[in-house]
């Protein structure tokens, strides 16, 4: 079982390198860092059940609208990789079940 995810600032049309991320789960911090020069993470091993991913995304943006971006995931496969992208831009941003 394996989880990543993929920030792109959808004002530059880069990726947004140096966000910080946390992934949780049961209330416990599972992983922290940063996305690296593509905006990406990797290789982090969530478990079965609810996991929150938490973008500081006010640290990245800091006239952004949204300061912190928290989606929330639920594995129920824990055979497939989980990627849980990220689009973001000052006053909005949108995600979507990656490949």
Known sequence: MSFSTHVLNAVTGLPAEGVRVRLEHGGSVLAEGRTDADGRIKGW???TGVHRVVFDTGGYLPETFYPEVVI??????PGRHHHVP??????AYSTYRGS
Do not use: A, C, G, I
Request: proline letters at 13%; aromatic letters at 14%.
């Open 86 to 91: 990220l689009l973001l831009s000052p006053y």
């Open 72 to 77: 929330t995931f639920n594995v129920t496969d």
């Open 45 to 47: 091993e969530p478990r």
